[in-house]
């Protein structure tokens, strides 16, 4: 077989080294222009780092990849946090991460505002009228894409199905969806193996793009080397960093204050994040608005739709979750509104945020020690299987919702169904992109409520 049809001259040359502020503009770069969701983030850095700059080879970056896909927590962030750490140590890291991050953060902060403040507005109104529908079938669709990569099998099927009757109609809580998927991962990986192996797209690495800086055969530079010591001061800075703001809330507001309350459920959110930001919603749904009250059914769908269209991880929606919830609780009083929910939105943040941050930089010497050997657990497959009914049932509530604005004793809503059609044909017919989708959706709800008012 001949070779693969070789690349210009110029990728035989190896990159020259990046310098820390190099990549440090390039990471502010990917910031503003992560749109996509995980995927497209992916994409992004991979026609980026992998093919354009050359800073990695395909088969490092994959490696990374497949350790990012297995942690909980939004892997595209994860992937840039590693891919900052491999090339400039632990404060690479931290730049790329909270670059992939902070813009997201301010301009959810500012729409959050827009949103709360002017909602009402007839143009505000019609715009999410239309935005409501779509975001049912975005949902709708990320359960069909992830079912149809994830469930290989019947035992699959079955843990799917499984988890969605006991969330649609037992009500059970979302961690202990996920613990027993776990276990019957745990269990089903040790009788029939063969079930439970994970299937997935980024295991194999094949192609070159050229030399690169940090190549396949590129000997471990010292700070990529395992070593208890460093393990130690990481876990301990980890646990201040987490401590430190924690006792804070609880000094000087209480345990039940809303924002001490916002951290503590935010930390374990973060930690089930399982199958990306649509598997930990109903978890977000379940505390954020059934326990806590910080927003209403109409506003969770709302600020999903917000998180849709800017860039960054999608569960960035936790943002806009903060910002209400600060926001509607007046937790400064009613002289200091936006105060309370800039503030609300970036303690979430930063408790959603620092355990991927941590799995990454302790981690990641582990994985490089294993570079070209890590496979998925049988757990996680089993885990993955489970997302995919917690989603349909995401969808559903979304839906009914939508759909019922009023509850079942009310009208049927006759434009939202057609806009999620609509919705659902582009998304699945024409394979449109999510943010020309909701932008056309939110167009044709303005005109819709335009005419109906």
């Known amino acids: ?55 990695l080879s395909e088969r490092r970056f994959l490696h990374a990849l497949n350790y990012c896909m297995v942690l909980p927590g939004p892997e595209a962030q994860q992937l840039a946090t590693y891919i900052g750490w491999l090339m400039h140590r632990t404060w690479g890291g931290i730049v790329a991460g909270a670059l992939f991050v902070l813009p997201s953060l301010l301009i959810l902060i500012a729409l959050s505002w827009v949103y709360i403040s002017f909602g009402d507005v007839p143009l505000v109104a019609g715009l999410f009228y239309g935005i409501k529908p779509a975001v049912t079938a975005i949902v709708m669709q990320a359960a069909h894409r992830i079912g149809s990569r994830a469930l290989k099998n019947n035992w699959l099927w079955g843990i799917a199905a499984a988890s969605f009757v006991a969330i649609f109609a037992l009500n059970v809580p979302f961690p202990v969806i996920v613990a027993a998927a776990a276990l019957i991962g745990y269990v089903g990986g040790r009788l029939v193996p063969d079930k439970f192996q994970a299937g997935g797209g980024h295991a194999q690495a094949g192609k070159s793009f050229g030399p690169a800086l940090i190549d396949d055969d590129t000997p471990t530079p ?69 326990h806590y009250g910080w927003l209403s059914p ?55 945020f620092l355990p991927s941050f941590l799995f990454i930089l302790a981690g990641g010497p582990l994985v ?38 009023e509850g079942f004793e009310g009208t049927f809503d006759w434009g939202s169904a057609l806009i999620a059609l609509g919705a659902a044909i582009a998304l699945f017919r024409f394979k449109r992109n999510v943010i020309h989708v909701i932008g056309g959706c939110a167009v044709v709800g303005l005109i819709l409520k335009t005419l109906i008012l």
């Open 1 to 55: 077989m001949p070779s693969p049809t070789p690349q210009p001259p110029a990728d035989s040359t190896p990159p020259q080294p990046v310098s820390f502020w190099q990549a440090f503009a390039f990471w502010l770069k990917l910031g503003f222009i992560s749109f996509g969701g995980p995927a497209g983030q992916i994409s992004i850095m991979h026609q980026e780092l992998v093919e354009n700059r050359r800073w």
């Open 222 to 290: 010292e700070h990529l080397k395992f070593r208890w010591s460093r393990l130690a001061r990481l876990a301990v800075t980890g646990a201040l960093l987490w401590a430190v703001p924690m006792g804070v809330l609880t000094v000087v507001c209480g345990w039940d204050h809303t924002l001490t309350q916002m951290g503590w459920f935010f930390t374990k959110a973060a930690l089930l994040t399982f199958g990306g930001a649509y598997a930990v919603l109903p978890y977000v749904y379940q505390g954020a608005v059934e």
């Open 298 to 352: 109409t506003q969770m769908i709302d600020g999903l739709a917000l998180g849709e269209t800017t860039p960054g991880p999608l569960i960035m929606v936790v943002a806009f979750v903060g910002f209400v919830g600060g926001y509607v609780k007046t937790v400064f009083g009613p002289d200091a509104l936006f105060l309370a929910g800039a503030l609300a939105a970036t303690l979430v943040t930063w408790f959603t």
């Open 368 to 405: 490089e020690s294993t570079h070209g050997d890590l496979k998925f657990t049988a757990p996680l497959t089993a885990i993955t299987a489970a997302v995919v009914g917690v989603i349909l049932n995401l969808a559903l509530f979304f839906g009914y919702h939508v759909l019922w604005p």
